[in-house]
């Protein structure tokens, strides 16, 4: 795990932008109620970075943060309320995939996923690694 890949992304509004460096650690959906809503979504998915290795680059600096349980916090932009990911107490920043700019990355593709029985009968999550 050498891969010192730069990504980037950031929220809607631009005040929150992030440069995580590589590895991309424990790619994964998740289908927690905890995931679906703060995002929105049924299904998230999720990559893990040291925390040492992401840096806030925007004009609104850090994310606000909101205490979701008892070893992490959400976090989001204050100004358009995109959720950004999650600060763990651990030094561990996950990230949201869909906040960055280029999502077809390999490294980002998921290889497990949590809380299966959170998606509805009707909903499929299909994973191409391709
Ligand atoms: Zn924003
Ligand atoms: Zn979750």
Redesign the pocket.
Known sequence: MSDKTVHTGGCLCGAIRFEATGPALKPHT???????RHSGALT?V?VEFSADNVSWTGPGGAPSTYRSSDYSSRAFCPTCGSTLGAIDDDPVIALLVGTFDDTGRKDLAPTAH??RT?RPSWWRVSISNK
């Open positions: 998740c289908s927690c109620k905890i995931c679906q998230t999720w949590s809380y959170g």
